[in-house]
């Protein structure tokens, strides 16, 4: 964050980070959260988009994204995208951003270490099934408005940065997430 070196995003078709290898994020029914540090040079964009395919398609969907107007959105895929609406963000700021999801608690998105908002009702998951799973960060790249988009359909590439990205295959308590906030 602070001290320790961010990936920067220009907000290029070519500006993103992919990781691969995801299994608990293709599963369904298998609980999962996604943790990392977001600074936003635009009120727009896709920060964490999930894809059973390397081009950003396939069995697709931004997990975690701004809306036009700087709203942070969590979303999860159960037959249908589910959208949480969570706080609108400012400009050049560092922001802590945790999404969880478990059958028994549902969607849960954390900011700066509080739970501003969960969607208990999203109490499935349906997951594409079949290895891999990329995770791209900063761009839906050829799955923008071809995935499970929901609230987050047509995000363009993410400006900004992003830091200390993590995939738990499990459900993050409100004291791991105080934890990492703290660390």
Do not use: K
Request: aromatic share 14%; hydrophobic share 40%; proline share 4%.
């Amino acid at each position: 964050r602070w001290s320790s070196p961010a990936i920067s995003f220009t907000g290029s078709n070519t500006s993103y980070f992919q990781a691969i290898g995801f299994t608990a994020l293709r599963i369904s029914n298998h609980e999962f959260s996604i943790s990392f540090w977001v600074y936003p040079e635009s009120l727009s964009g896709t920060l964490v988009h999930v894809s059973s395919s390397l081009n950003g398609t396939g069995w697709c969907m931004p997990f975690i994204g701004l809306t036009g107007n700087g709203s942070l959105v969590a979303q999860i895929y159960n037959g249908v995208t589910l959208s949480l609406l969570g706080p609108n963000v400012s400009l050049s700021t560092w922001y802590q951003v945790v999404q969880t999801w478990s059958p028994a608690n549902g969607l849960q998105l954390y900011v700066n270490s509080w739970m501003t908002y969960s969607l208990s009702s999203a109490a499935s998951f349906l997951a594409s099934g079949s290895p891999p799973m990329y995770v791209t960060l900063a761009n839906s790249l050829f799955g923008s408005g071809n995935c499970h988009g929901g609230m987050l359909n047509s995000t363009m590439p993410f400006i900004g940065a992003i830091d200390d990205f993590r995939v738990y295959s499990r459900e993050l308590t409100y004291d791991d997430v105080c934890t990492i906030y703290n660390t």
